[in-house]
């Protein structure tokens, strides 16, 4: 759901940076508080959603999606950091593989880290603490909302941008996306379960290191067959005719998670992956000591 250039409008943008830039704010100021992680393990699941939004899975209609990851983070590192680190894999994304737009940067945080994880968070907590739901299952419902919110948001931006009016719109996206969505609920859920078995913490395991080659793993193995597919927004906006070729801002090094010096276009991708994987893991480690984030803490377990 990367909003792509130009797809917004210049007042658009301007505003969804300004809530986004907000948001990151406070939930950096919180993380001082929160029950956060050690800097390896921010790190190791900030690898790994950067390496899980690579895989891209088929959905009927010709369409693919593939994970946003904001509940599976706000269930490993708690509400705060989940933001954070969602922060981070989009902007990595966008300036290192042309992933969305520059421009668009701020609508796509809003969308996928404050609202995907941080309202996404929220609802799984409000589910487990105040309604009496299992793990597992609040886990999954919230993971669907978040993908369902963070389309009527897009959808919402589209419109103030003058793209397409909300109501022209809107049914096809939450249609797409709400198949989207139960895939993304069952990812979740999957990780989440693979996740606790094969990287709790023990005397002969180390935490961020099981997630780091979880992360190197799916960039480098699965993602050179992810799905080709367009994505629920790519397929509206093909069906609307609102996808158009544009010049971005600037050149992005390794645009379509590809490097260009490789031939083979499946090689390229697990190398672009490989890059990809450890850069977000190196940035959420300055970004986590920057903020000043617990050290350690108890993290959260279902």
């Known amino acids: 759901m990367h909003i792509p250039t130009l797809m917004l409008s210049g007042a658009v943008c301007a ?31 900030t690898a790994l959603i950067f390496a899980a939004q690579m895989l891209n899975f088929p959905i009927s209609g010709g369409t693919s999606g593939h994970l946003i990851g904001g509940v599976l983070a706000a269930s490993l590192l708690g509400i705060p950091l989940a933001v954070l680190s969602l922060a981070l894999v989009l902007a990595v994304q966008c300036l290192v593989f042309a992933d969305g737009g520059l421009a668009e940067l701020g609508a796509n945080i809003f969308n996928m880290a404050i609202l995907g994880a941080g309202v996404g968070g929220m609802i799984r907590l409000h589910l487990t603490e105040h309604r009496g739901l299992p793990g597992m299952p609040a886990t999954g419902i919230a993971a669907w909302c978040s993908v369902m919110l963070a389309t009527i948001a897009c959808s919402a931006e589209l419109a103030l941008a003058g793209t397409i009016p909300f109501g022209r719109v809107i049914a096809s996206m939450l249609g797409v996306h709400a198949v989207i969505g139960l895939g993304e609920a069952a990812l979740t859920c999957a990780a989440l379960a693979l996740i606790q078995q094969f990287a ?82 190196a940035l959420a ?15 959260e377990k279902e």
């Open 200 to 281: 709790a913490p023990s005397p002969h395991r180390s935490r961020p290191a099981a997630l780091a080659l979880g992360a190197v793993l799916l960039a480098v193995v699965l993602a050179p067959f992810a799905s080709g597919l367009p994505d629920g927004l790519e397929f509206v906006a093909d069906k609307f005719q609102f996808l158009h070729d544009s010049m971005p801002l600037f050149v992005s090094p390794l645009a379509d998670y590809s490097v260009p010096q490789i031939q083979s276009p499946k090689f390229a991708t697990a190398a672009a992956g490989m890059i990809g994987t450890v850069a977000s893991f």
């Open 15 to 45: 505003a969804t940076a300004a809530a986004s830039a907000t948001g990151i704010g406070l939930t950096a100021f919180r993380s001082h508080k929160s029950a956060g992680t050690t800097a390896g393990e921010f790190a190791g699941v």
């Open 285 to 299: 480690m300055i970004a986590f000591r920057s903020v000043g984030a617990p050290r350690t803490a108890k993290v």
